[in-house]
C-alpha cells in the first residue's frame, strides 16, 4: 500500500547526541517536506525539497539539516540535539503540479533532555 | 503574507448535531484548499482537497466548501459523532506549492 513512512515514532535522548529521523514515501512522489509542531501550536515549515538532489530552508529557521538523495528518502538530522529542540517533527509529500494535496506521516516526538 | 484564520479555537457540541467549522485566509491567490483532522500527539490526516476551481468537495458526512473571492471556507460535519473529536485543520496551498496552516479548531464531541 502507498504511503509515507516515519521512524521512529517517539525518541528520547541525551543533549548533545546526534540525531537523524527518517521519512520515506512509497507513492513517488517528488515533493517533500518537513514541519515541525510544538504541542497545542501550529505547523510550520522548516525544509522542503522538490527532487533528488534538491533541498530548501521553509518559513521556520532551523539547526536541523536535509539530504534528497533518492525521491523516496527525506531524512533530518540534528548534529547536536538541545532540550529546545523538542517538538514533533511531521513529513509529508506530494505530487509535481498545482492540483494535488499533501500526504503527512504519523511524525516524530522527540524530546532532548 | 498568506495568513490562515480558523475560528472557533475550540468547539464542544453534544453528540448527534450537525456543525460547521470557519477558515479564512488574506490572499485569494491560492492553488487549493485542503482540510486536515488530527488527533493528540498523532499526525495528520487528509480529509478533503478542494482545487481552486471548484467550490465544494464532499466525502461522507463531510462537506468542505471555497469562496476564494471572500477568502473563506467550511468544513461541514453532519450527524457528529464522539469519534469525530480532534483537531481540524485547515490549509491554502499557494506559490511553490507550500502549505499554510491556520491554527485549527479543536473539537470535542460529547457523547
Known amino acids: 500500500e502507498a504511503d509515507i513512512y516515519q521512524t521512529p515514532r517517539y525518541l528520547v535522548i541525551g543533549t548533545g547526541k546526534k540525531i537523524t529521523l527518517e521519512c520515506s514515501q512509497t507513492?513517488?512522489?517528488?515533493?517533500m517536506y518537513w514541519y515541525q509542531q510544538d504541542p497545542g501550536m501550529e505547523l510550520h515549515l522548516i525544509h522542503y525539497?522538490?527532487?533528488?538532489?534538491?533541498?530548501e530552508k521553509g518559513d521556520l529557521s532551523s539547526e536541523s539539516t536535509v539530504s534528497r538523495i533518492r525521491t523516496e528518502h527525506f531524512p533530518l538530522t540534528l548534529e547536536s540535539a538541545r532540550p529546545s529542540h523538542t517538538s514533533q517533527y511531521l513529513c509529508?509529500?506530494?505530487?509535481?503540479?498545482?492540483?494535488?494535496?499533501?500526504?503527512f506521516g504519523s511524525g516524530t516526538r522527540l524530546t532532548v533532555v | 503574507k498568506q495568513e490562515v484564520t480558523q475560528i472557533p479555537a475550540a468547539l464542544s457540541v453534544p453528540e448527534g448535531e450537525n456543525l460547521v467549522l470557519n477558515c479564512s485566509f488574506t490572499?485569494?491567490?491560492?492553488?487549493?484548499l485542503q482540510w486536515f483532522r488530527q488527533d493528540p500527539g498523532k499526525g495528520l490526516t487528509s480529509l478533503l482537497l478542494?482545487?481552486?476551481?471548484?467550490r465544494e468537495q464532499t466525502s461522507g458526512r463531510l462537506n468542505a466548501s471555497l469562496d476564494k473571492s471572500s477568502g473563506r471556507s467550511t468544513l461541514y460535519i453532519a450527524a457528529s459523532q464522539p469519534g469525530d473529536s480532534a483537531t481540524y485543520l485547515c490549509?491554502?496551498?499557494?506559490?511553490?506549492?507550500?502549505?499554510?496552516f491556520g491554527q485549527g479548531t479543536r473539537l470535542t464531541i460529547n457523547p
Open positions: 509529508a509529500s506530494s505530487k509535481q503540479g498545482p492540483d494535488y494535496g499533501y500526504t
Open positions: 507513492m513517488g512522489h517528488d515533493k
Open positions: 525539497s522538490y527532487g533528488v538532489n534538491s533541498t
Open positions: 490572499d485569494s491567490a491560492i492553488y487549493n
Open positions: 478542494i482545487q481552486s476551481s471548484q
Open positions: 490549509a491554502v496551498i499557494k506559490g511553490a506549492q507550500k502549505l499554510v
